[in-house]
């Protein structure tokens, strides 16, 4: 709402009724998809992959074949892929997000290629780590943060389309880039303090099951 009030005021565009309502209802099914992607897969679930490969580990021989231990390297083989460590997946939606935010200056049609063809990248990429095991809130966190952080550092690069940029413009990018800092380092602590508690109610939980059996 307040770039196409921007536009309006700077540029005199307004979008018709119908672009600004597609745009609103691509807006609410992205958000209620995020929302939801937390829910169908829960973390270090695994993937359909790996699942896989442990029912086929454990499946039992057929009539008349002898019994066999599982070769280790086939075991390794079949086994699934963790998940990269959360810097990883933090830097990835960095440089990703940063590529995004320059295909402005791509010309004509093919800046839009180029912004959809990142994000189908980002999507396949980030729906295959998130399924892997060992995917927790700190890769997600990463994901969030680089992406933030992108967009802050490349609010200094920026060129208005109005007027050459001033020092006021300058202020209010390290104003905005110092919050965007802010913000991912309480939701790193947040993160950590989750993470602890989580860990102290799993151990508490194993030591009532030791003395009760």
Do not use: C
């Not at 790996?50 to 231990?69: D, E, F, K, V, Y």
């Not at 997000?97 to 320059?102: A, I, K, N, P, R």
């Not at 791509?106 to 396949?124: K, N």
Request: no cysteine; proline share 8%.
């Amino acid at each position: 709402a307040l770039v196409a009030y921007g536009h309006s005021v700077e540029e005199h565009f307004m979008a018709v009724p119908g672009q600004l309502a597609g745009t609103a209802v691509a807006v609410v099914v992205l958000v209620v998809a995020a929302l939801g992607r937390g829910r169908w897969a829960p973390a270090g679930s695994g993937t359909p992959r790996g699942r896989t490969g442990a029912r086929l580990r454990g499946r039992r021989p057929g009539p008349g074949a002898g019994p066999s231990a599982p070769e280790p390297a086939a075991a390794a083989a079949v086994g699934p892929v963790s998940a990269p460590p959360p810097w990883g997946v933090g830097l990835a939606a960095l440089m990703v997000g940063s590529l995004f935010l320059g295909t402005e200056h791509v010309p004509g049609w093919w800046s839009a290629v180029a912004a959809a063809a990142l994000l189908a990248l980002a999507v396949t990429v980030g729906r295959r780590w998130s399924r892997r095991p060992g995917w927790e809130p700190r890769h997600r966190l990463g994901a969030a943060g680089g992406a933030l952080l992108a967009y802050a550092w490349t609010g200094f690069v920026a060129v208005p389309e109005s007027a050459p940029k001033q020092t006021a413009d300058y202020v209010a990018n390290a104003v905005m880039a110092a919050g965007a800092v802010l913000l991912f380092i309480s939701a790193a602590r947040a993160t950590a303090r989750q993470a602890r508690a989580a860990t102290a109610i799993g151990r508490g939980a194993g030591g009532r099951r030791a003395w009760g059996g």
